[in-house]
């Protein structure tokens, strides 16, 4: 039976201008990837929800095969064996769960979907994703050993090294985490205090944390789930320090998951959100490791004792910079599932009159609710673009660094820092926008909606505090300003240093060119990241040094990074939209969400745009 939709949803949906399916199908990559991504969430629901005959089984097994030919390796006994052992559990909120059972229940899901994506043979990244999201909605226990264990493996490994382990970690013969935070260190990873001191005589490493606030601290399946850890630590080696290295370190018997001898390890407690992922804290008693335990593809420890050092030294950042592509990808899905559920509610709740008698009428009528949501739709849209647009730089360059060539490095790590702090950053103020939007029921946990935010909202923070992480960026986007100031070439992405010039040519009262926009979002930019290499200059001929002047200007750098990542965003919106071949209804449609998400910019962030004209 079709399920019944509210007629007032159904009266808005019919009154589109477009159809809907040309940005869904744009949206996941294509009709063939929206088919997939329909079909898996539904795959498992009939699996779990309803009573398996081997018919089902037969059709559902014959639909696969119709569909990708990847599924033969899947067995009907294996089928009903999962089913069963779900079904008679079946789907738990974990809202009103302690924090001892809605970990047990997500571990319980997080175990069965591993199993069947394992079964389904499901390889693709965003599939597997897809698949697990639908299960474990909140944050998936696993979660570290998905993301940054693997990558970590994969980036930072030798080729034996991956061989080795990534087989394990994806058949879950290891359950992985990625400490590096301490409990005295987070962003400033050279005052990591966990040592790994090298003993040349039994070809070692002893793992150490000699003092409380070197304690690993916050990593995600620390707590509880572990039993491996790619643990950075400070390599020491012939009484040298030779700074942050990787280490493939075991935490937890892989049989009796007991903490193995030198090992204290347990749960921080209670957090803000993410209430089902056991982040823990981890102490080192002079715990030995093999010395093939070092994560070796740039930098290396030989018999002897030699440190070889990588070629770039932030290599061994790759991981966080890869990490910070999804953050930045994620924020803008987070962000776009909240302005959803708060426009749907928005189209059948009504409350109050427009027209005094005229009854009334939707919320979703009312100007101010048009704003607060049309607004945050626009801007989950233009984070999906923009992440797309900064993984396709990455991807480029990733790929040239592979080869050795490492000169996209620097560009990287600002676009990614700078990114994962504007996505995050909106994506938090979007989300509690839209939980206002929706009344008393948008603080109900029932609404989905406060999750999405005490989850999603740690994202300001780990990964790289934002603030830190714009200032980052603003390392990078201060040398290409000075290299402007000297008439020096620029790296393409800042090239607009150079060139911008506010030559607009519409008038207020004509429909604002797009590239007027772009050009505005530019010169703003190009202006405050100036302004900013200004007052860091003024901090120096004040008789400052370098670090202090960087101090003295550090809330215009900052800006400088959230313009550039504004200017960046607004630039992707617009070119994608007008080049991804949509219907003329859609395009027009895109276009006018672009303004809206440009000019509403341009209103919040008057100040700067006023400034230069
Ligand atoms: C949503 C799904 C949910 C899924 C579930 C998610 C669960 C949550 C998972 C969270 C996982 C974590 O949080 S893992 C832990 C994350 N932690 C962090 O990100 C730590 C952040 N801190 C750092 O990265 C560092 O401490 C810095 C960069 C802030 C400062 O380090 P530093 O050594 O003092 O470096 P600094 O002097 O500033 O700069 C030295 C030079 O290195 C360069 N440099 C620095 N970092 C990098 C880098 N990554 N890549 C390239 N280059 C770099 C700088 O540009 C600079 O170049 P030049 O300018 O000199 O040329
Ligand atoms: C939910 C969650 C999951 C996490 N998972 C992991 C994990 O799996 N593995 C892991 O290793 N870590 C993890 N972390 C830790 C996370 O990476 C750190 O919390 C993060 O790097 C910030 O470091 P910190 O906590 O020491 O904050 P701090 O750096 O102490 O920040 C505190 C304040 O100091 C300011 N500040 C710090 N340095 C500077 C500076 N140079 N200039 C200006 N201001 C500065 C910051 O802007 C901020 O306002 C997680 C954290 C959270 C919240």
Known sequence: MGKSVNPDLAKARSQATFDPANLTNYLYGGPEKLRRKRYLPA???????????????????????????????????????????????????????????????????????????????LQDQEEQYYFREIFVPGANPFALHYVMFKDAINTQGTEDQIQKWLPLAETYAVTGTYAQTELGHGTFLRGLETTAEYDVQREEFILNTPTITSSKFWPGALGKTANVAILNAKLITKGRNCGMQSFWVPLRHLETHQPLPGITVGDIGPKFGYHTSDNGFLQLNRVRIPRENMLMRYSKVLQDGTFVPPENDRLVYVPMTQFRFVVIGRSGWTLAKAVTVATRYSAVRRQSEITPGGGEVQILDFQTQQHKLFTQIASAYAMIIAAKAAKDLYDSAFSKMEKGNLEDLPMLHALTSSMKAFNTWEMATGVEQCRMACGGHGYLLASGIPQMYTDMVSACTYEGENTVMCLQAAR????????????????????????????????????????????????????????????????LAMGKSQSEAWNYASQLLVKAALAFSHWFTVRALIENMRGAGFDNSTETLLLQLAKLYALDGMLRYSGDFRKVG
Do not use: W
């Open 476 to 539: 990078f986007l201060n040398k290409c300003q000075e290299a402007a100031n000297k008439g020096e070439r620029l790296p393409q992405l800042t090239r607009f240093l150079q060139t911008s010039r506010l030559n607009i040519s519409s008038s207020l009262d004509q429909d604002v060119d797009l590239n007027d926009i772009i050009a505005a979002y530019e010169f703003r930019a190009a202006t405050v990241i100036s302004e900013a290499n200004a007052r860091l200059n003024a901090g």
């Open 43 to 121: 795959f498992v629901f009939k699996e779990l929800c309803t009573e398996m005959s081997l018919t089902d089984l037969c059709l559902i097994f014959l639909g696969l095969l119709t569909h990708v030919s990847d599924y033969l390796g899947l067995t009907l006994s294996i089928e009903n064996m999962a089913a069963k052992e779900y079904k008679e559990e079946g789907f738990k909120s974990t809202d009103d769960m302690s924090r001892e059972e809605a970990y047990e229940e997500s571990m319980r899901r997080a175990v069965y979907t591993n199993k069947r994506v394992l079964q389904l043979n």
